[in-house]
Structures are given as C-alpha cells and as structure tokens.
C-alpha cells in the first residue's frame, strides 16, 4: 500500500465503528468511513473534545455538528517532491522551506461530510512531483488535471514546475482551487483553470492535437457535467482512459488514474492501463491502495487505490 505518511498538520488520530477521529491543524474532525467496520476501544481523548461530527442519516447523507470549529481555516502541506525544483521558495506566510515547497489548502466542512481536501492523495502528489521537477529542469513539462476538484494535484504540479490545465465541471471547486493556490504562493503560476465536462475538453483537445507530458484524473463514481452530461465510472472509465492516452505527448513522463470506487481494485486498474497504456507506448504500470497512517492503532487506512504509468 502506497502511504500518505509526510503530513505535519494532518493526522487519522483513531478509527472505530464506522467513523475515523481526524486532526486538521488546530481542529478534530470525526467522520464516517465505510472502511473502519472494527469497533474497538475509543480511549484517544480526541473522542471527547471533537470540534466537528458528521453524523450520518440512515436515509442518505447526514448533517455536520458543531464545538467551537470556524467557518473556515487552512492547513499546510510540505512537497517534498519539489525539493529540487523549488529551491526552497517561500510559501504565503513568508516562510522559507530548503527540502521542499508548502502547499496551503483552505478546508470547511460542507455537504456529505466533505472538507475541501483529501490527504491521502499527497503520495500522489510526491510521486509525480518527483518526475516533474526532474523533467522540468532541462525542458516545459505539460500536465494536464482532469477532475481536478479543490487543486491538491494542481499546486503539486505546478510546484515542482509543470504548467497545468486545471479541468473541474463545477464552478465553485475551480474557485476554490484558484483560493488554495493563492494562499500558496502559485496564485501567478502557469495555470488555466476551466470549468467544463472533461470528456468533452479530452475530445476537443485531440481535435485541436495538443498533447500533454503527464495526464493526472480523479474521475467520480457518479456525476453530471455542467449541461447535464451525466458520468458513471463503471461504463465511462474505460473508454475514457484509453481516449486520453490519446493525448500523451511522445516524451510523456507519466499518467495516474485515482479510484474511490469499490469495484476499480488495484487489479482492475493495472489491467487497463496496462492495455491502453503500457501495451502501445511501452513503460510501466504498477497500481496499489492508497492509504494514511492512524496514530493510535498503528494501522493503514485503506483510502481507494490508484494505477500509475511512467515511461
């Protein structure tokens, strides 16, 4: 399992019956998790002085409660992967990072217990990171971030150098993402964000043969384009990786997919791309959970899974 391990101001402080206890800089988060089906012992004192509870319905969804938390706040996150691109630049606080460069992510808590961040994707972020401030240092480098959310994957690229397209079908994520790079000093970094339905801007993009070194996508289970396009993963992804492997460029460094679905495993993921990927252009493909650390028990939390191709 790939593990999101480097995080400083985030920690999976425990996990019992169904929910995880969460710390998000100065505040502590408990969640639902459908993963932690164990009921152990809650003794962290986190329990007991919980700033927020998502409380899930039992006819869908759920609603959020509230001890002292803001209606807002950032943590930061330090991209070790850009080490050697960044040259230890400042981040929005002026302060000054020599193995790395801090990336700062707004958060609240909003509808279906969602704070605007996913931290297990940082293993990501350094992952790809590294190719790219490798790459960059003698050549652009082109990424291209298909739903691409809040930006977490957005301000890693163009961290460690990359320009990035930044694609979102929904405004209000693409005006978050612009806020977090803002607060991360990347606010003039080589961005294009636009709102539109990925698999129309992928078939447009190959009409107008513009290609990409490294293509980055964390698609849903289930969505809707801003028209109504609706998105199910289990009909949609495979035709849809196979198009966009369409738009590596010949000196492409690398492709990720991301999966929170239950049935995309490993397995599932490292098939396909194997098949639209490795097969036509060579390289390889390795695919694995993804996961975060929990303090009291030791264990990985299993977050989804992802399929990486490198060249």
């Known amino acids: 399992m790939w593990t999101a391990d480097y995080w400083k101001e985030y920690q999976v402080l425990d996990a019992s019956g169904g929910e995880k206890l969460e710390q998000w800089g100065d505040y502590i988060l408990v969640r639902p998790d459908p993963q932690v089906i164990w009921n152990t012992p809650r003794s962290h004192e986190g329990w007991k002085r919980k700033n927020g509870h998502y409380h899930r319905s039992a006819k869908g969804g759920g609603e959020?409660?509230?001890?002292?938390?803001?209606d807002e706040w950032s943590i930061s996150y330090l991209l070790k992967g850009a080490a050697s691109c960044t040259g230890g630049r400042e981040s929005a606080d002026g302060k000054r990072s020599t193995d790395g460069r801090a990336l700062t992510f707004r958060l609240k808590p909003f509808s279906f217990k969602h704070t605007g961040?996913?931290?297990?994707?940082?293993v990501n972020w350094e992952w790809f990171s590294h190719h790219i401030s490798r790459?960059?240092?003698t050549r652009p480098v082109k990424v291209l971030?298909?739903?691409a959310y809040t930006g977490g994957a957005t301000l890693a690229a163009a961290a460690a150098g990359a320009s990035v397209v930044h694609v979102d079908a929904s405004k209000g994520m693409v005006g978050w993402a612009k806020e977090n790079a803002a607060a991360s000093g990347l606010g003039e970094?080589?961005?294009r964000w636009l709102v539109d339905d990925c698999v129309k801007f992928v078939e447009r993009e190959l009409r107008r043969g513009n290609r990409y070194d490294g293509i980055i996508m964390d698609p849903p289970s289930y969505g809707r384009g801003p028209k109504g396009e609706i998105w199910k993963i289990e009909e949609n992804i495979w035709p849809f990786i196979e198009t966009t492997a369409e738009l590596l460029s010949k000196e492409a460094l690398f492709f990720l997919?991301?999966?929170?679905?239950?049935?995309l495993q490993p397995a599932v993921l490292s098939y396909m791309m194997n098949q639209a990927l490795a097969k036509k252009l060579g390289g390889h493909v390795e695919a694995d959970e993804i996961g975060l650390p929990v303090a009291q028990s030791g264990l990985i939390l299993p977050?989804?899974?992802?399929?990486r191709w490198q060249r």
């Open 64 to 70: 959020w409660e509230f001890f002292r938390l803001p």
């Open 303 to 307: 977050c989804g899974a992802s399929g």
């Open 257 to 263: 997919v991301n999966s929170y679905t239950t049935g």
């Open 189 to 191: 970094a080589p961005v």
């Open 135 to 137: 790459e960059a240092k």
């Open 145 to 147: 971030n298909l739903f």
């Open 117 to 122: 961040l996913f931290p297990e994707q940082a």
